[in-house]
């Protein structure tokens, strides 16, 4: 696999999350390219928020399904998925972060790597 096409692949990886997203109406979901950040762990963060466990555990699953569907991939790991107030999925190259509206405040993910180039989806709902 060329260097081109595993990139390719991370970023058609990050679509097929957004859209998983986007299909449970995730919230506020900001995309973040860690590329060209030394010592980053990822390629991309994806991040978004639900209203409640219920929708947070949907939004994950919908990631999961949209993934597994168009690109034939399933998480390398998973975390949160109990008490789905942040749940990680770890797809290597794509790591997607869904957590409930408190627990992003508290953690501001988004600060953290504010040296990422990073796009704001608008909600399409």
């Given at each position: 696999m060329s260097l081109k096409s595993k990139k390719e692949e991370a970023r058609a990886l990050a679509e097929l999350a957004v859209k998983g997203i986007q299909e449970k109406k995730g919230l506020e979901i900001i995309w973040l390219d860690l590329k060209n950040i030394s010592n980053a762990v990822?390629?991309?963060?994806?991040?978004?928020?639900?209203?409640?466990?219920?929708?947070?555990?949907?939004?994950?699953?919908?990631?999961?399904?949209?993934?597994?569907?168009?690109a034939g991939e399933k998480p390398w790991h998973k975390e949160g998925v109990e008490n789905a107030e942040w749940v990680l999925l770890d797809f290597v190259d794509v790591v997607v972060h869904i957590f409930q509206r408190e627990a992003r405040?508290?953690?501001?993910?988004?600060?953290?790597?504010?040296?990422?180039?990073r796009i704001e989806l608008v909600n399409e709902f």
């Open positions: 990822t390629d991309y963060f994806i991040i978004c928020h639900g209203t409640s466990n219920t929708h947070v555990d949907s939004l994950a699953d919908s990631v999961e399904d949209e993934v597994r569907l168009g405040e508290f953690y501001k993910l988004e600060e953290l790597w504010a040296d990422a180039e």
